[in-house]
């Protein structure tokens, strides 16, 4: 069992542009499908940093395995140690400490503009970045605050983009660790659930262009980020 642990919930969430940064930076890791039972008898004591992927199932489906997996990032929760949630992942980790997920009146997609949400004291996971930026999107759920969290993002379609609860736990909206493979299966496979007559969705030739720049500003944006979660354990 590796250090660090990537919990996934479906094939076509993998840990994307993650793995190379890990990869980059000689750091084994472990990647587990929980929706698959691969959590089960997992030491939880054992991980430094976790990551937690995205997903199309709702943090409140009565799904056994997600309750498990709840109860793990409580247990990692108590830990302290550095975790990261991606769209569901952030979803989920906003779930485990308490606060509400709700289904939004529609569904957010594609390259949208986010803008850092001002605090007396600017968080380190986003130094990096300018006040605005964009990320690529593909949710219809959103989740409130949890007691004590620092919010950190927000987009004109979605309040709550991201949080900090404490200094090692950050909950994002958004996909990171997109890339343009990724991107485009997403687009082969699933662009029927889209309605572009919807302002809050992008059409799939809006997520396509100018893809490969695109897709690089985010893979520098994730690489920041992914930095200082494994500072915060390795360092």
Request: proline residues 8%; hydrophobic residues 45%.
């Amino acid at each position: 069992m590796s250090d660090i642990l990537i919990l996934t919930h479906i094939d076509y969430c993998p840990p994307g542009h993650l793995a190379a940064v890990l990869d980059a930076a000689q750091r084994d890791f472990q990647v587990l499908r929980v929706d698959l039972g691969e959590l089960d008898g997992i030491d939880l004591d054992r991980p430094k940093a976790v990551a937690i992927m995205g997903g199309p199932m709702s943090v409140n489906d009565p799904l056994p395995w997600l309750a498990a997996e709840i109860a793990a990032l409580q247990h990692f929760i108590r830990r302290d140690i550095p975790l990261i949630g991606h769209c569901l992942g952030g979803q989920l980790l906003a779930k485990a400490l308490g606060a509400e997920i709700k289904r939004m009146p529609y569904t957010e997609s594609g390259w949208q503009p986010l803008h850092q949400v001002r605090a007396a004291v600017p968080s380190p996971w986003l130094a990096h970045l300018p006040a605005q930026f964009s990320m690529f999107q593909w949710h219809g759920d959103t989740f409130a605050l949890p007691a004590g969290a620092q919010p950190l993002l927000a987009s004109q379609w979605c309040e709550n983009q991201g949080f900090v609860w404490g200094d090692k736990i950050l909950a994002l909206q958004g996909h990171p660790e997109m890339t343009e493979a990724l991107v485009r299966d997403w687009l082969r496979d699933w662009a029927h659930l889209l309605d572009d007559s919807q302002p809050s969705q992008q059409s799939p030739a809006q997520m396509l262009d100018d893809l490969p720049g695109r897709v690089a500003a985010l893979n520098r944006l994730a690489e920041g980020v992914y930095r200082h979660w494994l500072n915060l354990a390795f360092a």
